[in-house]
Structure formats: structure tokens, C-alpha cells
């Protein structure tokens, strides 16, 4: 079946320090989406990519996804202690109602 | 708005007993989940419901069932449980229209349960 897999899962950083985390997916993918949850707190949503080599940006972040629609990255530019928490990416196969999701990003920030 | 709410946020089971989980989501989404995220893990989907009327099995149904109730609420239930089945869970909802909007997943707070 279809799978995400998510690198890496833990990542330091000092604050002011980028950040990347890569999700690929075992299949193409009709959708990526990424998610974060805080430490204690629930997944929210933060964007998704539909088009092959679709690029979103908000403000610090940077979502790609790739040209075959099987893998996707999130990118942090000078991260601060409120980036800290899981990133989860998420895909959707073609045709398929389930999106799975990847085992997450957790990012750690020093002050 | 409420978005998705679960109850309760906290319980301790001894093995053996049985609960169930409560969820209820105000968005009037087709579609609802029961996820359990164990460290290391991620986010593991347990059932969903892709309407009214339907439930359909995840990666890891074992010990579990569930119930549409309505269109709003989604259960999940627990008949013996096990310590394997410590975990937070999460109920969620999508309108899954297939928009670029309609696909977005709202998780409730989740609920943390430990069985000793």
C-alpha cells in the first residue's frame, strides 16, 4: 500500500538556524499537504501542493513539491523558539480517499 | 465555531475494561477519522467514516470500533483494553468536496488514555 516517509525524524537546531524536513511517498501523489503540532497540542494545517513542482511559500516556510508529485520539502528560514513542535506531511494517491500521513519532523530550537 | 471537539481528554483504564471515545465536529464535514499517535509513530489512522452511514477500517483497526452516529458525531470504542492501546487519539474531519480547501484535516484536541 501507499506509504510516506518523513526525514529526519528529530532535528536540532540554534535558533537563527534553517531547517528541512523531506517527505517521500512510495506512489505519485494527487496532493501534499503539511501539518504541525505544537508539543502537547493537535494538528493543524499549513498548506497544500497540488501541482507537480509547486512551490508555496509563508513567510519564513517554504513547501516544494517535486516534479514526479512523489516527494515534498519543508524549509525554514532562520528558525525561532514558536517554529518548535512536529511537521507531518501528508499524501493523497490518486483516486484514493485516505491521505497518510508521514511519522513527522520533530524540531527542536535553542535560544 | 467549536471545529472538532473530543471527549474525554483524559482517562485511565485497568486492562480488560471497556470506554468509548466521543467526538462531534460542527463544520457539517462529510468525513471523519479516529487517528492514534503513539511516539515515533506519527499520526496512525484506526477507522474512518467517509459519510454518513459508512465506516471503513485504517492501518490498525484492531480493538477498536466505531459508530457514525449522525452526521456530526464519530465514536470510538474500546470493548477490552489492552496497555498496548495507550496512546493519544485524535478525532478529526474533512469535507473531502475534493477543492483544494475541501481536502484540509481539523483534528480535535485529542484524548490521552492510558491503560495500566
Known amino acids: 500500500g501507499q506509504q510516506v516517509m518523513q526525514i529526519p525524524q528529530y532535528q536540532h537546531v540554534q535558533e537563527g538556524e534553517d531547517f528541512t524536513t523531506y517527505c517521500n511517498s512510495s506512489?505519485?501523489?494527487?496532493?501534499i499537504q503539511w501539518y504541525k503540532q505544537r508539543p502537547g497540542g493537535h494538528p493543524v494545517f499549513l498548506i497544500q501542493?497540488?501541482?507537480?513542482?509547486e512551490v508555496k511559500k509563508q513567510k519564513r516556510l517554504t513547501f516544494q513539491f517535486g516534479e514526479a508529485k512523489k516527494n515534498s520539502s519543508l524549509h525554514i528560514t532562520a528558525t525561532q523558539t514558536t517554529d518548535v513542535g512536529t511537521y507531518f506531511c501528508a499524501g493523497k494517491g490518486p483516486g484514493g480517499f485516505k491521505t497518510i500521513f508521514g511519522a513527522g519532523t520533530r524540531l527542536f530550537v535553542k535560544a | 465555531n467549536a471545529g472538532v471537539t473530543q471527549t474525554p481528554k483524559f482517562q485511565v483504564l485497568k486492562t480488560g475494561q471497556s470506554m468509548t471515545l466521543q467526538c462531534a465536529q460542527d463544520m457539517n464535514h462529510n468525513s471523519m477519522y479516529w487517528y492514534r499517535q503513539d511516539p515515533g509513530m506519527g499520526l496512525r489512522l484506526i477507522y474512518y467514516s467517509a459519510s454518513e452511514g459508512t465506516t471503513d477500517k485504517g492501518e490498525v483497526p484492531n480493538g477498536y470500533n466505531v459508530s457514525r452516529l449522525n452526521k456530526r458525531e464519530f465514536s470510538l470504542r474500546l470493548e477490552s483494553a489492552a496497555p498496548s492501546q495507550t496512546s493519544v487519539y485524535f478525532c478529526?474531519?474533512?469535507?473531502?468536496?475534493?477543492?483544494?480547501?475541501?481536502?484540509?484535516?481539523?483534528f480535535g484536541e485529542g484524548s490521552w488514555l492510558t491503560v495500566v
Open positions: 501542493l497540488v501541482k507537480s513542482g
Open positions: 506512489t505519485t501523489l494527487s496532493n
Open positions: 478529526a474531519s474533512s469535507d473531502q468536496l475534493g477543492g483544494s480547501s475541501g481536502n484540509t484535516i481539523y
